[in-house]
């Protein structure tokens, strides 16, 4: 069984978590045009390696940051998203 | 008698002809080159070899020919899907497919078993009716089926009303078969090779040299290669191909996941999906159940099976065949499949010139491999995109012009 | 207006369950053998507390405007604190709170949060109801351990769940709230989770108790035994 250190809950299995996909920067919805918002919602870096994503613990609806290795399995840490960003920060600055 | 046959009686050692010519060596320029010898791949180099006479191609894969997805899937052929592109398409693959044994003389073992789609709810039923209609309207044999005739097709079937998600109808769709799955590989293979195409196995692509916006050749763990055009068609590494030519795609890499018991004796005919069970299920020619389901809930680059797949995909199997709870299982493996956010693969040019990509097949690529190779290798050749692949372009994200197929995947995903 | 009604409450009367007011609660005050659930209880019983108050808060202000309210929340997030008057204030994170109403007594603390919830707006705490939401059960006795190891991935044995933990894990592949509140020396677990599927859990709760020889209790056993431990 793989097990994912989460944050809040502890060393958990990792059917409890859902994968929200890579952290990028979430570009200005007004500002942005069409071909920004595309490659913001569809294209990834999807990189073989240490990558950098969100997930979420389902039963407490808690977000936060993994970095995983996609090539091993291996969970390499896991931390909470305001060591990313700042609380009232701007949407497109990470 | 014949001088020859004498010769060879005479002779110490008889080899067998090989099937597959012995790895040549490695020119310094081709015409083409083919990235990934899976099915896609060499399927392109056969049909650029006779339908275009193209045979200066060299296809390339980093491991051995058919060791990528195209020798991991479970080998269902279908054309049930729910846009018309998309119908359409998988249609004309249908076609292919049924010729193909006697084309490439080879038996590629093609069985037309029907493919029937579970409905356990009504948004599932309005799917299916949905589904039934497109497909009939562009002359792909669907219907709405009920319990009765269901019950008829497939013996064994749990069909009482006192389970968690009783059937309630299916999508029947007679055409659905399966094929031997490395017999293509080697099929295709074997007729490209014949015409000239030269296959190098365990040759990896590890870059790809760009000039002007347009390729000019590919690099090798066994040197660097000069071409005019270059195909991509290598599956789940698709990312990390495309990056070399530096544009990301519209691909997460998640692994597939699947499993065959010990042989029965035969009692399944069709192949039987359920998409809320997220399970499917046929029987092959050797007696065992080949079973498979969701792709795994996070991607990977690698080809690891998990418990948690077996325990997950076998309990909801046993809600539709209670009698199989005994049935020892034999296999399981994985492959890395290329999702698109639309279920729908990406053919077609690519940002860069005479790069092309056939990616983006995620768990549904095997059926379309005739189809595909023989459309991708026209528009090599030409230059110009069949009206076929229009639909399935790179640039469709763009464009906000997705094709959904969703709600035509085998299973929920 | 009729009294609010568990999500179990077709499935608990079927079984044999006396609905009632007792100690100021309506709720299943017994199967018809008070004493022999006594007794189950201190082996392996479960109750259906769902009747029972409880409400929750959530926001950067919530734990500042509880503890003003007289609710002392544990300083880390997966603990629970019983408070003075009986009830159970958990940490299900650094910002947010479930309060579980007092076993005995038609409950104050909940009924007073809830009421004057639109003033903790000020503070950004928010008030979520957990009434209608999610069912709550609380599985007794010796063997509780033993069988909620059946049903969860997470270790509940004492020295690795002592008094005071809280789990938010998967329950029997439901999402669930368990929060390790004793009554004296018998261990009593609370769960918690969608009230949509409390029929399933309740279900299979008592599938798995089935081996340890458990069975469902009423409120007047668990009273009875909670004034044993006074
Ligand atoms: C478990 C499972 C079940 C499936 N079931 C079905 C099904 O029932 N029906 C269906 O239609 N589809 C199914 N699929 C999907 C189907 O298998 C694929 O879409 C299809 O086989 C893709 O074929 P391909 O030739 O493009 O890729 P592959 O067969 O994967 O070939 C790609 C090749 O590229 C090579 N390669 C990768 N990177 C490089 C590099 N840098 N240099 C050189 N070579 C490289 C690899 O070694 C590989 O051999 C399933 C997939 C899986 C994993």
Redesign the interface.
């Known amino acids: ?2 097990i994912m250190p989460c944050p809040l809950n502890g060393p958990r299995p ?2 409890e978590f ?2 929200g ?1 890579e952290v990028v920067a979430t570009p200005n919805p007004d500002r942005a045009d ?2 920004t918002w ?2 913001y ?8 390696g240490i990558v950098r994503e969100w997930w979420y613990h389902v039963p407490t609806s808690f977000w936060f940051i993994a970095d995983r290795n ?4 291996e969970i390499v840490r896991t931390f909470l998203p305001r060591e990313l960003f700042r609380p009232d920060a701007q949407r497109d600055q990470p | 008698m014949p001088l020859g046959l004498l010769k060879y009686g005479l002779r110490p050692r008889r080899p067998p002809d090989r099937f597959l010519p012995p790895r040549p060596e490695l020119k310094r320029a081709y015409d083409t080159v083919i990235i990934g010898g899976g099915g896609h791949g060499l399927a392109a180099a056969y049909y650029l070899a006779v339908d275009h006479g193209i045979t200066d191609v060299a296809v390339l894969d980093k491991g051995y020919l058919g060791g990528g997805n195209t020798g991991r899937n479970t080998a269902i052929v279908r054309a049930n899907y729910l846009t018309e592109d998309g119908v359409r398409f998988y249609a004309e693959s249908l076609d292919l497919w049924r010729g193909l044994s006697g084309e490439l003389d080879f038996n590629l073992q093609y069985s037309e078993r029907g493919h029937l789609t579970l409905a356990h709810a009504d948004s599932a039923i309005r799917t299916m009716r949905w589904r039934a209609e497109v497909n009939k309207h562009l002359g792909v044999d669907s219907e709405l089926i009920f319990p009765d005739e269901i019950a008829r097709l497939v013996p064994g079937l749990d069909l009482s009303s006192d389970v968690r998600h009783p059937v309630l109808a299916a999508l029947y769709h007679p055409p659905g078969a399966t094929a031997r799955h490395d017999a293509v590989v080697w099929a295709y293979a074997a007729r490209a090779a014949a015409r000239g195409v030269e296959l190098h196995s365990d040759t990896e692509v590890t870059g790809i040299e760009v000039e002007g916006g347009r390729v000019t050749g590919v690099e090798t763990s066994r040197g660097t290669i000069s071409c005019n055009r270059v195909l991509q068609a290598v599956a789940g590494q698709s ?2 191909v495309s990056g070399m030519a530096g544009f ?6 998640v692994p597939l996941q699947a499993c065959v018991s010990l042989p029965l004796k035969p009692w399944l005919d069709p192949i039987v999906v359920s998409g809320s069970l997220h399970v499917y299920i046929w029987q092959s020619a050797r007696g065992e159940v080949v079973i498979g389901g969701a792709t795994d ?6 080809n ?1 099976s ?3 797949f077996a325990e997950g995909t076998l309990l909801p199997v046993l809600e539709l065949f209670p009698f199989l709870a005994n049935v020892k299982m034999l296999r399981q493996w994985a492959g890395m499949c290329d999702m698109t ?1 639309d279920f729908s693969p990406v053919m077609g040019v690519t940002p860069v010139e005479n790069l092309y990509i056939d990616a983006g097949w995620g768990t549904w690529g095997f059926k379309a491999t005739p189809v595909c190779g023989k459309r991708m290798a026209e528009l090599i050749a030409t230059g110009r995109t069949p009206d076929l692949l229009q639909p399935f372009r790179l640039s469709r ?4 012009e997705q094709v959904g197929e969703k709600g035509a995947a085998s299973v929920g995903h | 207006m009729t009294e609010p009604r568990s999500p179990i409450d077709d499935a608990v009367r079927a079984a044999g369950a006396v609905v009632g007011e007792h100690a100021g609660v309506t709720a299943v005050t017994d199967y018809g053998d008070p004493e022999a659930e006594i007794a189950a209880s201190r082996r392996l019983g479960l109750a259906d507390l769902s009747p029972l108050a409880r409400v929750g808060f959530r926001g950067p202000g919530a734990r500042e405007w509880l503890a003003a309210r007289g609710v002392e929340l544990p300083d880390e997030p997966n603990r629970a604190r019983v408070q003075p008057d009986g009830s159970i204030a958990i940490a299900r994170s650094w910002t947010e709170a479930l309060v579980l109403g007092a076993l005995r007594g038609a409950d104050s603390v909940c009924d007073r949060l809830e009421a004057g919830a639109a003033d903790g707006h000020r503070v950004r705490a928010y008030s979520l109801p957990r009434f209608d939401g999610m069912f709550w059960f609380a599985l007794t006795g010796a063997s509780a351990v033993d069988c909620l190891a059946k049903l969860c991935g997470v270790d509940m044995r004492e020295s690795a769940f002592p008094v005071g933990s809280v789990a938010q894990t998967s329950l029997a592949r439901l999402n669930a709230v368990i929060v390790r509140v004793d009554l004296g020396d018998m261990p009593v677990f609370h769960l918690l989770g969608d009230s949509a599927s409390a029929e399933y859990a309740w279900a299979s709760l008592l599938d798995a108790m089935q081996e340890f020889d458990g069975r469902p209790v009423g409120l007047r056993a668990l009273h009875a035994l909670a004034r044993e431990f006074e």
């Not at chain 1, 919602?41 to 999807?46: P, S, V």
């Not at chain 2, 990301?248 to 890499?253: D, E, V």
Request: proline share 7%.
């Open positions: 069984m793989k990792i059917q859902t994968c996909g069409a071909e595309a490659d919602l569809f294209l990834h870096h999807n990189a073989a996609t090539v091993t399995d | 990312s990390l990301r795609l519209p691909i997460h890499t809930p996070y991607g990977l680059y690698a690891r998990t418990l948690e956010p994200f763009a464009e906000f």
